[in-house]
């Protein structure tokens, strides 16, 4: 039978198989058809939110579609990746740090969603770092000084800490060290930086560059950073294991997840996106101006760093039973 001789609805089927194929295929590239918007649990203004809109910026001349950034702060980034799951749209991403794919889960025992299941990685962005800060009106100033005044203090030291894993990796190095320290729930814990400053609190774990402003006017004093690296915008604070105890070391860093149905083409499209404006020399510079340092794991390296994280963290918490105050 010639395709002529065929019912008109058979031929219009026929005909409409090759570009069925090619529209599955190269879906990713039509995307993004309209307002891609990226979800972040980070306040407006803080140093996250500036990474963000970098990134934001950069993604929409590339994809040639705005790029919004939407800020959803509160509960450890649980109201964000709510938010995002919400959505159920491929035009909806979630760029967040990475304890909330390798921690949140240990931490908060009734979560609506599983991170590994529901947040699928599409690529690093930027590497942070965390630093600890004591107050000026604590006497000691190193870390191996303010060990010793714990040992000799049980209880009497006070800490506050950034949610997730900085709270695991620090309640890890003092049960590693016996030492017994109170720690201060803050709901934003950038907010017990006047009390560090003050003296009400002793020692604060956090990200680093909201502590370099108030390190530079004396108010608080840099001790070490939780990395294995210097900081680009500290340099001359050492890092733990040149203090003495490497075990106070995380990685911290900034990440872009999607939704879990997301088609591996169109992941792979945006994964390598990213990738190629943080190669871009005037983004790149911008980023690492602000104190981040712009990561180029492959999406292998990716996923496997984050499952080794995952493991590494749910380990420290078995141990420990890491857990903070609600």
């Not at 000691?140 to 800490?159: D, K």
């Amino acid at each position: 039978m010639t395709l002529t001789a065929l019912p008109a609805v058979s031929r219009r089927l026929l005909l409409a198989l090759p570009l069925a194929g090619l529209s599955g295929a190269r879906a990713e590239e039509a995307w993004p058809r309209r307002t891609v918007r990226l979800v972040t649990l980070a306040a407006a203004g803080a140093g996250t939110d500036a990474v963000a809109r970098t990134l934001a910026e950069a993604l929409s001349k590339r994809w040639r579609e705005p790029v919004i950034v939407d800020n959803r702060p509160g509960g450890d980034g649980i109201v964000s990746i709510e938010t995002f799951l919400a959505a159920r749209d491929d035009h909806v991403l979630l760029f967040n740090p990475t304890g909330v794919w390798t921690a949140l889960h240990l931490l908060h025992d009734k979560l609506s969603f599983d991170p590994a299941r529901d947040l699928v990685p599409l690529a690093p962005v930027v590497q942070d770092f965390i630093a600890l800060g004591a107050s000026p009106r604590l006497g000691p100033a190193t870390l191996a000084e303010i060990v010793a005044m714990a040992r000799q203090r049980p209880g009497a030291l006070t800490w506050a800490c950034a949610p997730s894993v900085p709270y695991l990796a620090f309640t890890a190095f003092l049960k590693a060290t016996g030492l017994e320290l109170t720690y201060v729930p803050y709901r934003n814990p950038i907010a017990s930086l006047p009390d560090l400053a003050e003296g009400r609190v002793d020692l604060a774990f956090l990200p680093l560059l909201p502590m370099i402003g108030p390190a530079q006017a004396g108010k608080l004093r840099l001790v070490v950073v939780a990395s294995a690296d210097h900081a680009p915008r500290a340099p001359e604070v050492p890092t733990a294991g040149e203090a003495g105890f490497p075990g106070l070391a995380m990685s911290g860093g900034h990440n872009l997840f999607g939704p879990r149905d997301m088609p591996d083409p169109l992941r792979a499209r945006i994964g390598a996106d990213v990738a190629a404006i943080l190669r871009e020399p005037e983004v790149a510079q911008r980023l690492k101006e602000m104190g981040y340092v712009p990561r180029l794991d492959s999406p292998s390296e990716f996923t496997a760093f984050l499952e080794r994280e995952r493991a590494h963290w749910t380990k420290v918490a078995l141990a420990y039973g890491a857990k903070p105050a609600q």
